[in-house]
């Protein structure tokens, strides 16, 4: 099971994932631009409307469980929309990236395997 903190200001609410889950999952390029990103490109704050929906779905409701954690509208303003909007050029940037980096990866570990 694995533990996803929910934010809920008074007038809205958020889910906390890693930017991985949604490059493996494969919805990176599917979130909207009301989803945030932390400032070390790490992890998203998922918007309750839709983006947090879709990683749940996708992810799979029987494999999550949320906490729930209540914020003042001040906190959220702070913790959440003071980081970057995920728009799509930093959705295409990420995905591009880890791409490069699986990539390479993959040809190193080719390239390993044939020195043996």
């Given at each position: 099971m694995k533990q996803i903190n929910y934010y809920a200001s008074p007038s809205h609410g958020w889910i906390k994932v890693k930017i991985k889950d949604l490059y493996d999952l494969d919805i990176l390029l599917d979130v909207s631009e009301y989803s945030f990103i932390t400032s070390d490109l790490q992890e998203a704050y998922l918007e309750e409307d839709?983006?947090?929906?879709?990683?749940v779905e996708s992810f799979g409701k029987d494999k999550i469980e949320l906490i729930h954690q209540e914020i003042e509208e001040d906190q959220a303003n702070k913790m959440i929309r003071s980081c970057d909007r995920l728009t799509k050029e930093y959705r295409e940037a990420l995905k591009k990236y880890r791409d490069l980096i699986v990539r390479e990866a993959e040809s190193f570990l080719k390239y390993q395997h044939s020195q043996f």
């Open positions: 839709c983006d947090a929906g879709l990683f």
